[in-house]
């Protein structure tokens, strides 16, 4: 029943901003690391920000620009997008590492369906 809802991707000018949330609802646990992944046309997934507090990572390619954040309470994750570049014109995919059960071992990896996020003027 986990599932994981995008939402915020669009049509935007460089120089502009977006902000992408991600929602996981169903059955949970508890959720471990979520995270941001894009994939261009041609190019490989690549991670974009993860948070698992109190740490988090970025891509050197957006470090300053984007800003990942979290809402435990509501088991949300965003992604603060500024600045935003043509070369960040991608799918981003929402990620989150859930544990359905107090008994299960692992935090399995759960994705959304992508949402499309194109930076043109």
């Known amino acids: 029943q986990v599932q994981l809802v995008e939402s915020g991707g669009g049509l935007v000018q460089p120089g502009g901003s977006l902000r992408l949330s991600c929602a996981a609802s169903g059955r949970i646990f508890s959720i471990n690391h979520m995270g941001w992944h894009r994939q261009a046309p041609g190019k490989q997934r690549e991670l974009v920000a993860t948070?698992?507090?109190?740490?988090?990572r970025y891509a050197d390619s957006v470090k300053g620009r984007f800003t990942i954040s979290r809402d435990n309470a509501n088991n949300t994750v965003y992604l603060q997008m500024n600045s935003l570049k043509p070369e960040d014109t991608a799918v981003y995919y929402c990620?989150?590492?859930?544990?359905?059960?107090?008994?299960?071992?692992?935090?399995?990896?759960?994705w959304g369906q992508g949402t499309q996020v194109t930076v043109s003027s």
């Open positions: 990620n989150a590492g859930i544990r359905q059960r107090l008994t299960d071992f692992f935090y399995a990896d759960y």
């Open positions: 948070i698992s507090s109190p740490n988090t």
